[in-house]
DNA sequence: GACTAATCGAGACGGTACGTCGCGTCTTACA
DNA sequence: TGTAAGACGCGACGTACCGTCTCGATTAGTC
């Protein structure tokens, strides 16, 4: 990854579209590898073969390319919503978003991801809008089988219980995000959804 | 508080346990004061009237001090388990716990203390540790409520739904950590668990 | 001395050779001012309107940079040499140097760079280097009036005598190093060397 | 040396004359042996079996300790005056002189304590107290001669040419500190004494 | 023979300076 | 003009030493 800098032209007074692609593959990369240690701004620009200020021209800090980074990551392995039953859409949606966090990886980039968030203004706003986005997926799911669901059911707080869920695990310890624990939460959730109407 | 130091006297060749007090509390109130912002050893050490090698000298770093100080005040805030019920003692250990994470000072620490957790290995240590000794306060609760859940039941899937939620709304967003909500949420998970049984 | 720094423009990629400039000249300050007193990195820095690390990064270590800034002071009143007869020439010389070491900020500083010397290798090879520059300056004055010079003498012991009595004079007690003293020592020195001849 | 102090008793209420000896003889031990490395409380309490307090009982500083350590093993090696002529007196004084800053443990330590002594006024008018009294022996050898000097010699400037030698070789440079150097200057100071009754 | 007083080894403490690391800005030289 | 390179100001980090303070043990003089 580090030695395509040296093939990749400059674009003159274009954005150079190579070196963004770079960048943030080279931030994922090394935020999954690190497995916890710093990344740096200088190193991820080393490995991307590129210059430190091209980063900051594009971001306003390194958390929010961090961010943009992971969103990108996250945002190519959403799952196509569903069909049909609230329990099948709903453990589809869970077992495909566990997933996408699974690679150990993946889960080292969530984990310094969010960190960064808590420091950095603009990473924080960037990941309260991937969060919303990710969140709002789910809520769709849960709406489209609204005729499933008691009219007193707390949508926001079941979509809170699949996402929290999954950064409780990914951010401590190392309890599985696997497809069985995905398949047990999406039932309980499906029964609590339902019980509210008769609660 | 600051002025304090001065009138604390030297323990000799002891660890001196009135400076480890003042590091400690000066730690969580600057979390909680800061809003987010980087909490430095020096403020720290200023505000305790302390030295910073004093801090270095039982600290591996000064994510584990953080985290020693959150872990205190959280465990002062454990809530005595229950009296009976499996749906009353859940919801007031969910309650307890989610009022013990809702002052902004502690939420801020929190969101602090766990994005620290993410960078420094010492620091992680201490926050799994505490992360466990809440889980298994919760799942006390659980297991003495034992005949009123299905036995197929995941009690940790439940667990990591209690503390998901909280660390989830406390990390991202400003959705609620109220009573109403954890009431729902108590309510919820008794479903759940029950529903296992006869699923 | 301490504005100029805000309206000093970076220069890039290049050396800045304003801030290497400023360094010198506020570290040679401080040392004159300081008395003998400790002449921090971090004072330096800040009255120099420069990070602490662009010290670092030129030069090894505190005492290097010190040693630096000395051997430039002295550099720019080395005395020119002479002409004609050993005595004058001799006489001239000794006057300049020990003019040299005169005003009690150049004094202060000779003494902090010499103890510092002591202490930090870097500026002990710097202590070298600058010392034998000097050296060799009083040696060629000795040296073109070899007529006047017995055969056996030990050039490099008179030397010794010059400079030793510069730097002991300088390093403890507050014997004086005016003009007076300088022609003493010269005419003495004269006598010893001619008199190695008919010894 | 470390061991001894495992054996040695305490004295009650009576200062233990035996750690004296003991932090002393370290002190010079570890000055000669540092070779320009910082020599540090620490490590010269713990290398004499005593505590750091014990050393700040009895000296006002680190300077002020070194410098007494220093200064009773350059008064055991006190050359004993002389016996007749100038040149004779002279010379055995010079090289008795140079002869105790010869072996390099003394003279790394004369160097680390001239070091010391530019920082630590304690450490510094010990220096000066240690000096004036080498320099009141070698003027008494003069003095005892004053019928081989000029009645307008310098007596204090031929002194600081000896001890300039002496002090400039073994702070700077590694030119030799012989007995032939010796005697060319007792030599050259001869010439240089008498000569300036008929110059 | 107990009591008091002072010293001793040990080591924690409040400070100050050090030298390193990382961030985000700025300038140069090149393509 | 956009880019790689890299110096810069800033500021936090963790370490090293300094000189002070308190402890508990030990011993020498005093009552």
Redesign the pocket.
């Known amino acids: 990854m580090e030695k395509d ?1 040296e093939r ?9 579209e190579a ?2 692609r ?1 960048i943030l593959d080279v931030a994922v990369d090394q935020l999954g590898r690190s497995g916890g240690g ?6 991820i ?2 490995a ?7 980063i ?3 971001w ?4 929010a390319m961090l961010l943009e980074a992971l969103a990108e990551r996250a945002a190519a392995e959403v799952p196509a919503p569903a069909t049909g039953t609230l329990a099948g859409d709903l453990a589809a949606f869970v077992r495909a978003t566990f997933r996408a966090a699974g690679p150990d990886g993946t889960r080292a980039a969530l984990r310094a991801t969010m960190a960064e968030a808590q420091r ?1 203004p ?1 990473a924080r706003a960037l990941m309260e809008e991937f969060v919303a986005r990710r969140r709002r997926a789910l809520r769709d799911v849960l709406v489209a089988a609204r005729d499933e669901i008691g009219p007193d059911a707390d949508l926001d707080l079941a979509v809170d219980q699949v996402f929290g869920v999954l950064w409780y695990r990914c951010l401590v310890g190392s309890a599985p995000l696997d497809d069985p624990v995905a398949d047990r939460l999406a039932a309980g959730l499906v029964r609590q959804l339902r019980g509210a109407a008769d609660g």
Chains 1, 2, 3, 4 share one sequence.
Do not use: F, I, L
């Open positions: 800098a990749r032209p400059h674009t003159g007074r274009r954005r150079n070196a963004r770079a710093p990344v740096t701004v200088d190193t620009a080393a991307a073969g590129v210059g430190r200020q091209t900051y021209r594009w306003p800090s390194k958390g950095d603009a």
